[in-house]
């Protein structure tokens, strides 16, 4: 039988059909694993499940020469905390969970859009601490987003669908960079280059995968093209916005706001930006919903299923 570590408790469900199909292990801790755990889970299991900040690193895979592990199989889309091309070169295949995840963090970034816009965070401190005088027609006056215009950095997935939300919902005007051009279900210009689309947009919404190639994509350059009035919302990762270049902009109100469900050192979150009005901060609950948690575990076990009865890995990255 399958030996399968999962690094952190998952939903009843999920746990029950793990231990049911497979000699499981569940890690009681919600922390990332240690250098110690990992190279354990390597030596130990035949599939692993690690999840954001278990960051299986080439020098992890080098301590660990002939390992038992044959599938990571990844909870979450995003998976720039594996290095991918050292675990192919152990013999470890990597899937993660693509789709499960889509409509949720689309979600999320239109609630931090219309957060950051109409200045709910800051209107909730207010009531929360006795500070509200009442209603007046003047009183946190913030933006409209319907009809306003909308920047994509990232048409994959999640990027699609807060661009769908954006147009038939608010009828937002889409613009958006990529790699490549997009066919879509919805009128959307591709802008040359970001600084252009930061230029042009009443807010920017992050959407690409992490990893070098996109840390601090979004730094004091794009910022600083970015209208005063605009908003940036990040739920992609963290270290994709240059943090210490987004304080500034906010401090300097050089763009009015941001909402973040993701930070670059998280769980850390800088003073500096908790102290800021400007800001909705959010602990990455992007997928927080218990079925779309439960359909990425699912998602988790059908790639160790596939691995047990050697077919085909539904879900290779």
Same mark, same amino acid.
């Given at each position: 039988?399958?030996?399968?570590?999962?690094?952190?408790?998952?939903?009843?469900?999920?746990? #029950?059909?793990?231990?049911?199909?497979?000699?499981?292990?569940?890690?009681?801790?919600?922390?990332?694993?240690?250098?110690?755990?990992?190279?354990?889970?390597?030596?130990? %299991?035949?599939? &692993?499940?690690?999840?954001?900040?278990?960051?299986?690193?080439?020098?992890?895979?080098? /301590?660990?020469?002939?390992?038992?592990?044959?599938?990571?199989?990844?909870?979450?889309?995003?998976?720039? /905390? +594996?290095?991918?091309?050292?675990?192919?070169?152990?013999?470890?295949? &990597?899937?993660?969970?693509?789709?499960? @995840?889509?409509?949720?963090?689309?979600?999320?970034?239109? *609630?931090? *859009? =219309? *957060?950051?816009?109409?200045?709910?965070?800051? !209107?909730?401190?207010?009531?929360?601490?006795?500070?509200?005088?009442?209603?007046?027609?003047?009183?946190?006056?913030? *933006?409209?987003?319907? #009809?306003?215009?909308?920047? +994509?950095?990232?048409? !994959?997935? +999640? !990027?699609?669908?807060?661009?769908?939300?954006?147009? %038939?919902?608010?009828?937002?005007?889409?613009?958006?960079?990529?790699?490549?051009?997009?066919?879509?279900?919805?009128?959307?210009?591709?802008?040359?280059?970001?600084?252009?689309?930061?230029?042009?947009?009443?807010?920017?919404? +992050?959407? @690409?995968?992490?990893?070098?190639?996109?840390?601090?994509?979004?730094?004091?350059?794009?910022?600083?093209?970015?209208?005063?009035?605009?908003?940036?919302?990040?739920?992609?990762?963290?270290? &994709?916005?240059?943090?210490?270049?987004?304080?500034?902009? =906010?401090?300097?109100?050089?763009?009015?706001?941001?909402?973040?469900?993701?930070?670059? /050192?998280?769980?850390?979150?800088?003073?500096?930006?908790?102290?800021?009005?400007?800001?909705?901060?959010?602990? /990455?609950?992007?997928?927080?919903?218990?079925?779309?948690?439960?359909?990425?575990?699912?998602? &988790?076990?059908?790639?160790?299923?596939? =691995?047990?009865?050697?077919?085909?890995?539904?879900?290779?990255?």
């Amino acid at each position: 039988m399958i030996r399968l570590l999962l690094s952190r408790p998952l939903p009843a469900a999920v746990e #029950d059909r793990a231990r049911a199909e497979f000699d499981t292990e569940i890690r009681a801790l919600n922390t990332p694993m240690s250098a110690d755990e990992m190279r354990r889970a390597l030596a130990e %299991f035949d599939a &692993v499940m690690p999840t954001l900040g278990d960051a299986f690193s080439a020098e992890v895979f080098g /301590h660990v020469p002939r390992p038992r592990c044959r599938l990571l199989a990844n909870f979450g889309v995003g998976y720039d /905390h +594996i290095d991918v091309d050292a675990a192919r070169s152990a013999g470890i295949a &990597v899937t993660n969970t693509p789709g499960a @995840v889509t409509d949720a963090t689309a979600d999320i970034a239109m *609630m931090l *859009m =219309l *957060m950051s816009a109409r200045r709910a965070g800051e !209107g909730e401190r207010l009531v929360r601490a006795g500070g509200w005088a009442g209603w007046h027609p003047t009183q946190m006056l913030g *933006m409209h987003l319907t #009809d306003r215009t909308v920047g +994509i950095v990232g048409m !994959g997935r +999640i !990027g699609q669908a807060v661009a769908r939300r954006c147009h %038939f919902g608010f009828a937002m005007e889409v613009r958006y960079v990529s790699r490549s051009a997009k066919t879509l279900d919805f009128p959307a210009n591709r802008e040359g280059s970001l600084t252009a689309l930061a230029a042009a947009v009443d807010v920017l919404v +992050i959407a @690409v995968p992490g990893g070098p190639e996109t840390r601090h994509l979004i730094d004091a350059g794009v910022l600083a093209a970015m209208q005063p009035g605009a908003h940036l919302v990040n739920v992609a990762r963290g270290d &994709v916005v240059d943090e210490a270049a987004l304080i500034a902009a =906010l401090e300097a109100g050089r763009i009015a706001g941001a909402g973040l469900d993701v930070y670059e /050192h998280e769980p850390e979150v800088p003073a500096a930006l908790r102290a800021l009005e400007n800001v909705t901060l959010l602990p /990455h609950l992007g997928t927080a919903a218990l079925d779309v948690r439960e359909g990425m575990g699912m998602m &988790v076990l059908d790639n160790v299923a596939a =691995l047990a009865a050697g077919q085909p890995l539904p879900n290779p990255v």
